[in-house]
Nanobody, 116 residues
Framework: EAQMVESGGGLAQPGGSLRLSCAAS????????TNWVRQRAGKGPEGVAS??????????KYADSVKGRFTVSRDIGKNTLQLQMNNLQPEDTAVYYC???????WGQGLHVTVSS
């Protein structure tokens, strides 16, 4: 059974940085497009970043709201997925999930709070 376990997150001040990590078992990040998805209070899920499978040239996409501030990466050897978040803003406050959408695999979610 596939499992995705996230770590990182927490509290940051505006302009600060946080790094999220997602480790998978029973599933290889290299084989499937995987996503970071966030859900802000009272709002629906929002795709933040995605990284394609190796077969799809590991194509990376970002939501306009995070472009230039967030960086998604993948360590194939360790089978982990990362999201480096810089210049965080209060509107980035949300629960963040790593997800493989087509198989409906989701991490447990991490709270990220950006506040002074």
């Amino acid at each position: 059974e596939a499992q995705m376990v996230e770590s990182g997150g927490g509290l940051a001040q505006p302009g600060g940085s946080l790094r999220l990590s997602c480790a998978a078992s029973g599933f290889r990040f290299r084989d499937w497009t995987t996503n970071w998805v966030r859900q802000r209070a009272g709002k629906g899920p929002e795709g933040v970043a995605s990284i394609g499978s190796v077969d799809r040239s590991s194509r990376i996409k970002y939501a306009d709201s995070v472009k230039g501030r967030f960086t998604v990466s993948r360590d194939i050897g360790k089978n982990t997925l990362q999201l480096q978040m810089n210049n965080l803003q209060p509107e980035d406050t949300a629960v963040y999930y790593c997800a493989q959408i087509s198989h409906d695999f989701w991490g447990q979610g991490l709270h990220v709070t950006v506040s002074s």
